[in-house]
């Protein structure tokens, strides 16, 4: 199993950002997605989920409005769409299919000016 995770950088408050998730090793499409966070110092967060089929989603309080969560799983990859992206949005990213499997790398996202 592997999760792949890029698409991470310095940006500009304001500014945008799209994460991707490349999966394999494991049946994506009937895997719920998670993304997670973990800025220096602090506890790794849920940011993002979105169920079989994308048919639902849900998303941190604090990113609500801001944050996207999709999938396409011809490509069996999960992305996060990151809008209006603040200081506090500094972390790095992680995708996640489950406790079952591994975390990836991570992807570094930083909001500064």
């Known amino acids: 199993v592997q999760l792949v995770e890029s698409g991470g950088g310095l940006v500009q408050p304001g500014g945008s950002l799209k994460l991707s998730c490349v999966t394999s090793g494991f049946t994506f499409s009937t895997s719920p997605m998670r993304w997670y966070r973990q800025a220096p110092g602090k506890e790794r967060d849920m940011v993002a989920f979105i169920s079989i089929g994308g048919r639902s989603t849900d998303y941190l309080d604090s990113v609500k409005g801001r944050f996207t969560i999709s999938r396409d799983d011809a490509k069996n990859t999960v992305y996060l769409h990151m809008n209006n992206l603040k200081p506090e949005d500094t972390a790095v990213y992680y995708c996640?299919?489950?406790?079952?499997?591994?975390w990836g790398q991570g992807t570094q996202v930083a909001v500064s000016t």
């Open positions: 996640n299919a489950g406790a079952r499997y591994p």
